[in-house]
C-alpha cells in the first residue's frame, strides 16, 4: 500500500468466515477477519468486517485497530474498506482509509 503522511508498507487479510446475512435477498455475506499493516515504523492490526456481494464481487468494511507496535504502539482507530474480488478469485483490490489516534 502507499499512502499520505508517509504510511507505506504492506497489508495482509485473514478472513474468519463467509457467513450468509439471513433474510438477504441480494445473497450477500458477512466477512468477519483480520487486517494487519505492516510499515517500517510498526504494525497495526484491524478486527474488521465486510459485506461482500458475491455476483458482483465488491465488498466494503469498517474495523477498529486492536493492536499496534513501534511507532503506532497505543494508538486507536477505525479504518473503512471497499474494493472488489479479482476475476479468478484469487486476489483483491483494497481502498482503505486509516483514521489513526496515537497517545
Given at each position: ?30 466477512v468477519p ?7 517500517s515504523d ?62
Open positions: 500500500f502507499k499512502g499520505n503522511h508517509g504510511f507505506k508498507g504492506t497489508s495482509a487479510f485473514s478472513a474468519l468466515a463467509f457467513d450468509p446475512i439471513p433474510n438477504d435477498p441480494l445473497g450477500r455475506l458477512a477477519g483480520e487486517s494487519t499493516y505492516t510499515t510498526g504494525q497495526i492490526t484491524v478486527s474488521d468486517v465486510s459485506v461482500f456481494v458475491v455476483d458482483a464481487g465488491t465488498f466494503a468494511g469498517i474495523g477498529r485497530i486492536v493492536a499496534a507496535t513501534g511507532e503506532f504502539a497505543g494508538a486507536t482507530g477505525n479504518v473503512f474498506t471497499y474494493g472488489h474480488a479479482s476475476e479468478d478469485g484469487n486476489s483483491f483490490t483494497t481502498n482503505f482509509v486509516i483514521e489513526i489516534e496515537l497517545p
